[in-house]
């Protein structure tokens, strides 16, 4: 089944304690991104990947890294977690724009972190 | 930079009823649009989606038109029912396609 596996699903953790969200998908897609998602705001990217190695930044980089140094996995890591990242986190992955399926993105289950 | 606007939720509604969700946008260029609807503890799934102007995504009763001279699209659906309860987000794909670009979500809930 085609998927996008994201662990955990639920984290409750303390301020400056680091964490790792993993994200894998089973696509052999290109493209890996990661969104917050805050009531109102709707989701907001983070960071993407075009590609193994290749990164940037979204609308709301600050407080958050990420590595792809293999295709299927994009893992999500906060170095010292603030309260202010208490959100719901998705994970999303699409082939090249070339493919045909024109920017759908197929989403994660979704973590819930929460910093206390 | 590109934006989405879409209607505040909740939206409450009887089932049978006619649901019209509305998305705005503002984008340079040629967006791709999207629905995508996150039902109760999952992830987003897409609904429906149109890359041109004047393009009908259609998906499971629901129906939107891209409408460049409006920049509008608009969610629709004839006869809700109650497992349309969800979360309906309006997105769009610029140019770069480097990310989608998201409304805040309505929510909307029918009841039996």
């Known amino acids: 089944e085609a998927q996008v596996t994201q662990n955990p699903r639920y984290l409750i953790t303390v301020t400056g304690k680091k964490l790792t969200v993993t994200c894998s998908q089973n696509m052999n897609h290109e493209y890996m991104s990661w969104y917050r998602q805050d009531p109102g705001l709707g989701l907001r990217q983070i960071y993407y990947?075009?590609?193994?190695?290749?990164?940037d930044k979204g609308d709301v980089p600050e407080g958050y890294k990420v590595s792809r140094k293999e295709k299927r996995n994009f893992p999500l890591i906060l170095e010292s977690p603030s309260p202010n990242q208490t959100s719901l986190y998705f994970c999303?992955?699409?082939?090249?724009?070339?493919?045909?399926?024109?920017?759908?993105?197929?989403f994660g289950p979704g973590t819930r972190l929460t910093v206390t | 930079g590109d934006s989405v606007t879409q209607m505040e939720g909740p939206v409450t509604l009887s089932e049978e009823a006619f649901l019209t969700i509305n998305c705005t946008y503002t984008a340079t260029g040629y967006p791709s649009l999207f629905w995508y609807v996150q039902y109760p503890g999952e992830g987003l799934q897409l609904l429906l989606k149109a890359t041109k102007a004047d393009d009908k995504g259609s998906n499971k009763g629901f129906e939107a038109t891209y409408r460049k001279e409006t920049t509008s699209f608009h969610l629709e659906k004839g006869s809700v029912q109650v497992s349309d309860s969800a979360v309906y987000f309006c997105?769009?794909?610029?140019?770069?396609?480097?990310?989608?670009?998201f409304g805040g979500g309505t929510r909307v809930l029918v009841k039996p």
């Open positions: 990947s075009m590609n193994v190695e290749v990164t």
């Open positions: 997105a769009l794909g610029g140019a770069a396609g480097n990310k989608l670009t």
């Open positions: 999303a992955s699409r082939a090249s724009v070339g493919s045909g399926s024109l920017y759908e993105q197929y």
